[in-house]
Every structure is written in structure tokens, then in C-alpha cells.
């Protein structure tokens, strides 16, 4: 880790309490998230794709040329994936085949990666269940 840098951010911290503080204030609480604001349009968002189901939209700092979230318009408990129930299969099979669609409407289908981060150590950010579609560039692996 770079001083004075979150491992889970690209940008750098003013300083360890306030990098702290940010860190504390992400939490699997349950409380509503941006990303509510943003499928209720309040908040202006650069959508890709969105059907009765599922939003898409580009990520506001975007580590890759494509880099777009796919997000459930209806979180029903699905915070993190790891809250996954058997009444969420079909949700997540919307949401993996509209990250395809993504993709598709991109121009990447010949090279692109979907990603989950799942909690505070795979640096989730945003507890509201949401697929990064990363590419247009060539990606590296394995990940951080
Ligand atoms: O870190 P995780 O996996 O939880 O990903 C959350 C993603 O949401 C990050 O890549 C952020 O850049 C992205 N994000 C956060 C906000 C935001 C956004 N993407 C589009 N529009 C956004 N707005 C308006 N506000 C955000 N706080």
C-alpha cells in the first residue's frame, strides 16, 4: 500500500482518520444507497441499458474505457451477492445476461470482465448488489 493511499481507492487519502472515517462509514447496514437515487432518476446517471429489471449505467470513475454498473432496480435484501437467496436466481441471471447486453452494445464482447466486489475486504463500496462491466482496454490478471 502507498502511503497516504486507500488500498480501496485509486485516489489518494488526505489523511489516515479521514480514510478511516470513509471506511467506517461503508457498512452492510441495510440503508438505502445512491444507487436508489440514481434508478429513481433524481440523480442524473449516463445509462447504457435498462429494461423492467435492471439498470445500467457508467461508473462515475471508471478504471477501464468501458466501465459500467449493472445494478437490480429492486435490491429486495441483495446488498452484498453474498446475501444470495434461492429467490434471487433469477435476478442474477437478469443481471449477468444484461452485462452481456452491455458488452454488446459497447463493442467489447471479444474481451471484457464482470466483477463483484463482495464486502469491505473486495473494497465494496456501495451495498446495493451492482456488476462491474470493465473493458476496452487490455485487462490484467489476476486482480488486485
Ligand atoms: O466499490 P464497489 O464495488 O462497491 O463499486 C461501487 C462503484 O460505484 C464504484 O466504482 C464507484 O465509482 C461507483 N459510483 C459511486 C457513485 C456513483 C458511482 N457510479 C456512478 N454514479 C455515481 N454517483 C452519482 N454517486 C456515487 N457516490
Keep these: 500500500v502507498l502511503p497516504g493511499r486507500s488500498i480501496c481507492s485509486t485516489r489518494a487519502s488526505h489523511n489516515e ?20 437515487k440514481i434508478i429513481a432518476k433524481e440523480i442524473p446517471s449516463d445509462i ?57 452494445k459497447e463493442g467489447i464482447l471479444d474481451g471484457f470482465r464482470v466483477v463483484i466486489n463482495n464486502g469491505a475486504e473486495a473494497c465494496q463500496s456501495v451495498y446495493h448488489l451492482h456488476l462491474h462491466v470493465l473493458g476496452g482496454r487490455q485487462l490484467k490478471w489476476p486482480p488486485g
Design 17 to 36: 482518520e479521514a480514510a478511516a472515517k470513509a471506511a467506517a462509514a461503508v457498512a452492510d447496514t441495510g440503508a438505502p444507497t445512491i444507487f436508489d
Design 48 to 104: 447504457v441499458y435498462e429494461d423492467e429489471n435492471v439498470l445500467a449505467f457508467r461508473d462515475i470513475n471508471p478504471q477501464a474505457p468501458v466501465h459500467v454498473l449493472v445494478i437490480p432496480k429492486l435490491r429486495d435484501g441483495l446488498t452484498t451477492l453474498g446475501k444470495a437467496e434461492p429467490r434471487h436466481v433469477e435476478v442474477l441471471g437478469q443481471l449477468l445476461h444484461a452485462s452481456k447486453i452491455v458488452a454488446e
